[in-house]
C-alpha cells in the first residue's frame, strides 16, 4: 500500500488514476518511470482496456516503441499530438507462418488482413480500413496501393506501402506519387493531407531525414 501510495498518490501521475480498478494498479506497481505509468493509465481510460488487455500492450512493449518525439509531447502540455504520433517502431504482426525468413509482400499483406484490428491498434487511435490492393491509374498504367486506410480522428487518408526488405529511397518515390493521387483525386477540401507509412524490413532514418514531405514516415515490422 505504500508503493501505490508513492506511485499513484502524488500529482505527477494522471488525474485520471481513480478510473482504474486494484488489477489495473498491480500491473503498474512494478513500473519507476511516473510517464511509462501515466500512458497506461491513458491507454486503459480512453480504450477502455481490461486487465488482460492491459496485460498484452505492456507485454508488447507498447510505450517502448513509441518514437522518442512522441514520448517528448506526452509530457509537454503545449504540443498536440499529431496522426503519426503513436505509430509503433517497429510494428508488431502476428505471423502464422514457420518460415519468416522467406517472406514476400504478399504474405506479409495477407498476415496483416488476417488480423486487421490489431494492425490498426499498432498504428494508433481512430484508423480504419477501406482497401487492400486499392487500385489508381497514373496516365495509362495501373498501380496498386497495399493499403489504404482512412484516420477518422485525423480527418486524412493514409497509404501503406509494404517492404519485405530494407528502405530504399525509391520507396519514397513510389508513396509520394501515390499520396499525391489521393489528394488530388480522391481527398476532399473537408480533410486533410494524405499520410504515408512505409513499413520495410529495416529503417533507414537518414532517406526519411531527408524527405521534404513531413508526412511521409517509415517503420520496421517484426513478426511474432
Request: glycine share 4%.
Given at each position: 500500500?505504500?508503493?501505490?501510495?508513492?506511485l499513484f498518490g502524488v500529482e505527477k501521475v494522471s488525474p485520471v488514476?481513480?478510473?482504474?480498478?486494484?488489477?489495473h494498479y498491480l500491473m503498474l506497481l512494478s513500473f519507476k518511470d511516473?510517464?511509462?505509468?501515466?500512458?497506461?493509465?491513458?491507454?486503459?481510460?480512453?480504450?477502455?482496456?481490461?486487465?488482460?488487455?492491459?496485460?498484452?500492450?505492456?507485454?508488447?512493449?507498447?510505450?517502448?516503441?513509441?518514437?522518442?518525439?512522441?514520448?517528448?509531447?506526452?509530457?509537454?502540455?503545449?504540443?498536440?499530438?499529431?496522426?503519426?504520433?503513436?505509430?509503433?517502431?517497429?510494428?508488431?504482426?502476428?505471423?502464422?507462418?514457420?518460415?519468416?525468413?522467406?517472406?514476400?509482400?504478399?504474405?506479409?499483406?495477407?498476415?496483416?488482413?488476417?488480423?486487421?484490428?490489431?494492425?490498426?491498434?499498432?498504428?494508433?487511435?481512430?484508423?480504419?480500413?477501406?482497401?487492400?490492393?486499392?487500385?489508381?491509374?497514373?496516365?495509362?498504367?495501373?498501380?496498386?496501393?497495399?493499403?489504404?486506410?482512412?484516420?477518422?480522428?485525423?480527418?486524412?487518408?493514409?497509404?501503406?506501402?509494404?517492404?519485405?526488405?530494407?528502405?530504399?529511397?525509391?520507396?519514397?518515390?513510389?508513396?509520394?506519387?501515390?499520396?499525391?493521387?489521393?489528394?488530388?483525386?480522391?481527398?476532399?477540401?473537408?480533410?486533410?493531407?494524405?499520410?504515408?507509412?512505409?513499413?520495410?524490413l529495416k529503417d533507414n532514418k537518414y532517406y526519411i531525414e531527408y524527405?521534404?514531405?513531413?508526412?511521409?514516415?517509415?517503420?520496421?515490422?517484426?513478426?511474432?
Amino acid at each position: 500500500m505504500r508503493q501505490f501510495y508513492i506511485l499513484f498518490g502524488v500529482e505527477k501521475v494522471s488525474p485520471v488514476v481513480t478510473q482504474l480498478n486494484w488489477s489495473h494498479y498491480l500491473m503498474l506497481l512494478s513500473f519507476k518511470d511516473s510517464k511509462k505509468i501515466n500512458y497506461y493509465i491513458n491507454q486503459v481510460v480512453s480504450r477502455n482496456l481490461s486487465k488482460r488487455q492491459l496485460q498484452d500492450i505492456i507485454k508488447s512493449k507498447e510505450y517502448e516503441r513509441l518514437p522518442e518525439e512522441t514520448k517528448r509531447k506526452l509530457i509537454s502540455s503545449g504540443e498536440v499530438p499529431i496522426v503519426t504520433d503513436y505509430i509503433k517502431n517497429p510494428i508488431v504482426i502476428k505471423a502464422n507462418t514457420k518460415d519468416k525468413e522467406k517472406i514476400n509482400e504478399k504474405i506479409l499483406q495477407r498476415l496483416i488482413l488476417e488480423d486487421i484490428p490489431s494492425f490498426l491498434k499498432e498504428l494508433g487511435e481512430g484508423f480504419t480500413f477501406v482497401e487492400n490492393e486499392y487500385k489508381i491509374k497514373i496516365g495509362e498504367t495501373y498501380n496498386y496501393i497495399d493499403l489504404l486506410l482512412y484516420n477518422i480522428k485525423y480527418r486524412c487518408y493514409v497509404v501503406v506501402e509494404l517492404k519485405v526488405v530494407p528502405l530504399k529511397k525509391e520507396h519514397i518515390g513510389q508513396i509520394e506519387v501515390y499520396m499525391n493521387y489521393i489528394d488530388k483525386d480522391l481527398k476532399t477540401i473537408y480533410e486533410n493531407n494524405t499520410v504515408g507509412i512505409i513499413i520495410c524490413l529495416k529503417d533507414n532514418k537518414y532517406y526519411i531525414e531527408y524527405c521534404s514531405n513531413k508526412n511521409i514516415i517509415s517503420r520496421e515490422y517484426n513478426l511474432v
